[in-house]
């Protein structure tokens, strides 16, 4: 994502096995997307999912604190 806001990565990736990956400058991206546009609506899937399992995980979360602050 720190490819979107210009800004450090803030994460690393591990893979579990023997992986090739590329390794594309900014403006590399920009130009993929360009000549590729379905691959954008692949990369805003992806995050679109990211972002709902995140809300979901931060409902439960405000759920249980609820329930705990009703049980003490």
Do not use: H
Request: charged share 30%; aromatic share 6%; net charge negative.
């Amino acid at each position: 994502m720190a490819i979107f806001e210009s800004a450090p990565r803030s994460a690393t990736a591990v893979t579990e096995e023997e992986a090739e990956l590329l390794a594309l400058s900014p403006e590399k991206f920009k130009q993929t997307i360009y000549q590729k546009p379905e691959m954008a609506f692949e990369i805003f899937r992806e995050l679109s999912a990211r972002l709902r399992r995140r809300e979901e995980l931060a409902a439960g979360a405000r759920l249980q604190e609820g329930g705990l602050a009703a049980d003490a």
